[in-house]
Each structure stands twice: as structure tokens, then as C-alpha cells.
């Protein structure tokens, strides 16, 4: 069915930069999208954009554009969020997730805490 | 401030029926894209409950049913069980953003 393992909790200064893995296991990684969806403390899901893991493609949403980078690395089944230029309000659960191919994120990662503070 | 609208919360007392909404626009849900809802326990990731409007994987029991109709969508939960306590987002497609995918606010279900 597969499974998408995220990377352990971060804590990080204003103004830095945090990179969270997702590594995916029981389906082949460039078979489908990754997507990853953040949700800060007590808010609702935020989508921060997908790369295709087959051709490195990516789409990410006006808001951010210039701050975020999805990479993958296909030998080890691997896709990457880097998001730079860290605030406070970066704050949040990162999550990525699969996308069956037909807009529905089927498998979810655990989520990754990220955490922004002086 | 999301794309879709869900109302913040709901609640029912056990084997009631309660319904959630998802209203979106003419750019996502009205423009024939599907709505898919996902479940959500406190500190844990969502799991997909229905895609493509009215679909459930399997082991959804089938107490969870959608529906769509013009700009709005809605998840139903039939007898009403204390598991059920959690929340609910609806997500969709939006045209007018660049291949965006769009997420309700989430509603909490609580159960009485």
C-alpha cells in the first residue's frame, strides 16, 4: 500500500533554513506526486506545493515562491522541502503526502514539527 | 480566510446524523472538480475518508458518505460514535491558481 517516513522535529533561529525528508516505502517514488501541506498549531491544512519525483518538476503557490524547494532524490526514494528565510510563523507541522494521480492525497507522512524561535 | 468554507464546528450526541459543509466557487468546486474530506485525531496526520465526492477507501465504514451539488459539498456521518470525535477538511482543485489544491478550514465534530 506504501508508507512516506518524514524526518525527526526541528528547531531553528529566525532567518534560517530547516530541509525535512520524506522517504517512501512499499511503492516506487516516482510512480506519483508528492505534495506537502503544512498546519501551524491549532490552524487547518496549508498547501505548500508538489514536485514530481519522476522529472523533478515542481509548482509551488504564490505564497511561497522563493522561500520553498522541493528536491527528490530517487536512488534512495526520497523527496525533500527546504524552506528558507524561516519566521516565527513558519511554526507548524510540515506533512508531505502522496497524490493517487487523481488530486486526492491517499498516504500521508507523520508530519514533521518545525519549530521557529529566537 | 481558506478558498473553501467549512463551517468551525459541529456537534451530535451519539447515533445521530450530522452533516458537514464545504462551500467553494465557480474556480474549484463549482467548476466540476471533485472534493475529497479527510479525518483528522489530535497530533496525528489526516486520513482520506471520501474522494471524488462520494467514494470510500476501504475500511471506511460506511456510516461516512459525501455528496456534491454546484459550488458546495457535503460530509454526512450517520449514528454518531464517540470515535468519530475529530476534524474534517475538504479539499479540492482550484483552476484560478496556478494547479493549486485548496483546503477547507476544518471543522470540529464533537460528540455530546
Known amino acids: 500500500q506504501g508508507q512516506l517516513v518524514q524526518s525527526g522535529a526541528e528547531v531553528k533561529k529566525p532567518g534560517a533554513s530547516v530541509k525535512v525528508s520524506c522517504k517512501a516505502s512499499?511503492?516506487?517514488?516516482?510512480?506519483?506526486?508528492v505534495h506537502w501541506v503544512r498546519q501551524a498549531p491549532g490552524q487547518g491544512l496549508e498547501w505548500m506545493g508538489w514536485i514530481n519525483p519522476n522529472s523533478g518538476a515542481t509548482n509551488y503557490p504564490q505564497r511561497f515562491q522563493g522561500r520553498v524547494t522541493m528536491t527528490r532524490d530517487t536512488s534512495i526514494s526520497t523527496a525533500y522541502m527546504e524552506l528558507t528565510r524561516l519566521r516565527s510563523d513558519d511554526t507548524a507541522v510540515y506533512f508531505c503526502a502522496r497524490e493517487d494521480g487523481n488530486e486526492v492525497f491517499d498516504i500521508w507522512g507523520q508530519g514533521t514539527m518545525v519549530t521557529v524561535s529566537s | 480566510q481558506s478558498v473553501l468554507t467549512q463551517p468551525p464546528s459541529v456537534s451530535g450526541a451519539p447515533g445521530q446524523k450530522v452533516t458537514i459543509s464545504c462551500t467553494g466557487s465557480?474556480?474549484?468546486?463549482?467548476?466540476?472538480?471533485?472534493v475529497h474530506w479527510y479525518q483528522q485525531f489530535p497530533a496525528t496526520a489526516p486520513k482520506l475518508l471520501i474522494y471524488a465526492n462520494t467514494n470510500r477507501p476501504s475500511g471506511v465504514p460506511d456510516r461516512f458518505s459525501g455528496s456534491k451539488s454546484g459550488a458546495s459539498a457535503s460530509l454526512a456521518i450517520t449514528g454518531l460514535q464517540a470515535e468519530d470525535e475529530a476534524d474534517y477538511y475538504c479539499?479540492?482543485?482550484?483552476?484560478?491558481?496556478?494547479?493549486?489544491?485548496?483546503f477547507g478550514g476544518g471543522t470540529k465534530l464533537t460528540v455530546l
Open positions: 512499499g511503492y516506487t517514488l516516482t510512480d506519483n506526486f
Open positions: 479539499q479540492s482543485y482550484d483552476i484560478s491558481l496556478s494547479d493549486s489544491r485548496v
Open positions: 465557480s474556480s474549484n468546486i463549482g467548476a466540476g472538480f471533485a
